[in-house]
């Protein structure tokens, strides 16, 4: 079936390019613009209100706009960058290699430092990295070439995941399950489909219904935003609420399951996620709801042990008072803390949902056993 085969042309390293171009049609959240001059992005912060389209072409804006959340979502961020880095590289005065090596190393660490959690980012700013490492001896036209080709493979690869993952999800749930989610991953987070709300466009197509709650997702609001436009674009059945009424819908028997996103997956399976997640898993355990994580593999970092390991992004608090409002919701003397996501521990999960499959406790064994050259990379 299709998606074996694309995982078995995964698992050798390489799309073809029919491929890519099936897998990136259509996608018009990121891309790059006819004379791949600038990334093209829908600004997620105008959403639902407004569709306006931005043009991106220096690293200024690149940076800008995800550190502003105009892109965002971890696999949105990732291919955001790696068209940035290519759309930057192509602007680069060097006649030999190892000159644009130095520039380009300038601009991806630039890039790199517009946000620190969401792995995603450094995953496809070093993957880009390492093609000009491996072609250092060439002339930079043809390392650019290369480089064009590695972008639009990063995407491609990306819609391939989001699909297996959507598939892998659907297997867990059944027609008319209730389902609570947390932030957006859906396709404006990703490329297609989206990771945790992939298996409910997935299910849509195949005729199988789902009741969402999407979770509102204070200080910034991707959950009544983003999440709940998506679904209702979709025609998937969805009802917004509160962060803190998440309690009381599972309580009443609504909630058959909850899937989240993730932003960087440690080595024992603890998943940073946004702010407010780990209270979801938490209240889950509690009415005994399965938990499920899910994620690309550009989002596992085994170089983290442990949560403990993951960087969490504190934003300005004036975005608890003021974004998104007219008037400030606090005085401006009162003091706020905003750190942007929350690591879920390991033993609250019940499956991480990943491209290779379902994966149980203990999560050190199953993310080892399903992505055994990252593992040891
Ligand atoms: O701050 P954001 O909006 O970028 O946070 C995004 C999330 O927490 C998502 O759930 C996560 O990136 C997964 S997207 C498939």
Known sequence: NRRRETEEEMDQGRLKEEEIAELLS???NVRLNEEETAVIIVDQTQLPGKKEFLELGDAKALYDAIFELKVRGAPAI???????????????????????????????????????TAVNLSWALKRMESVVEAHISSLPKEILALLREECKLIQAEDAAMCKAISEYGLSLLKDGDGILTHC????????????ALGPLFLG???G?????????????????????YELDQGGIDVTLICDNMASIVMKSGKVQACLVGCDRIAANGDAANKIGTSGVAIL???????????????????????GEDIVIEERNPEEIKCKFYEKPMALPSVKCYNPAFDVTDHSLITAIITERGILRAPFTESLKAAFPERAEG
């Open 78 to 116: 990732g291919i955001c960058a790696a068209y940035g880095i290519y759309v930057l590289a192509r602007k680069i005065k060097a006649d030999s290699g190892e000159a644009f090596y130095k520039k380009f190393k300038e601009d991806a660490e630039y890039l790199n430092s517009s946000r620190p």
């Open 26 to 28: 259509g996608i018009e």
């Open 204 to 206: 849509k197509e195949r």
């Open 284 to 306: 889950a355990k509690y009415y005994g709801i399965p938990f499920y994580v899910l994620g690309p593999s550009s989002t596992i970092d085994f170089s983290c042990k442990t």
């Open 208 to 228: 199988v219904n789902f009741h969402v709650f999407s979770d509102e997702t204070r200080p910034l609001l991707q959950g009544a935003r983003l999440t709940s």
């Open 184 to 195: 957006n991953a859906g396709p404006l987070a990703t490329s297609k489909y989206g990771t």
